[in-house]
């Protein structure tokens, strides 16, 4: 059940951070609408992905979410934008997927 749910979470980052990159890039960078379009396609699949947590309880879902969406970012970002993280970065980061595994997986 855990192997299941780290991987929900890790397809949910992906929709939601490529759908919020998407919006990004079709409204900053002026991509057109079709982008946004998607986006919020990708956006609302996200939401879907969510609810097929294991857990049912929708704010322990929902805030060890936070974290893989924080990780994900900066993820995100190095690979499609160009950031380069400093050690600040690195260590909230593992911090979050700390948070993430107490939350979730705690028990």
């Keep these: 059940m855990t192997i ?5 979470f890790l397809v949910a980052a ?3 951070i490529g759908g919020a990159y ?3 890039i079709g409204l900053r960078e ?3 609408a079709l982008c946004v379009a998607l986006g919020a396609l990708a956006l609302a699949t996200y939401g879907v992905i969510a ?3 294991p857990s049912h309880e929708f704010g322990r ?6 974290g893989v969406f924080i990780v994900g970012s900066l993820l995100w970002g190095i690979a499609f934008d160009g950031f380069r993280p400093d050690r600040a970065d690195i260590a909230g980061a593992l911090i979050c997927l700390a948070g ?3 939350i979730m997986y705690g028990r």
């Design 4 to 8: 299941r749910s780290i991987a929900l």
């Design 14 to 16: 992906v929709a939601e």
């Design 22 to 24: 998407l919006i990004w």
């Design 30 to 32: 002026h991509k057109g």
């Design 51 to 53: 609810t097929l947590q």
């Design 61 to 66: 879902v929902l805030a060890a979410y936070g």
């Design 100 to 102: 993430v595994a107490v």
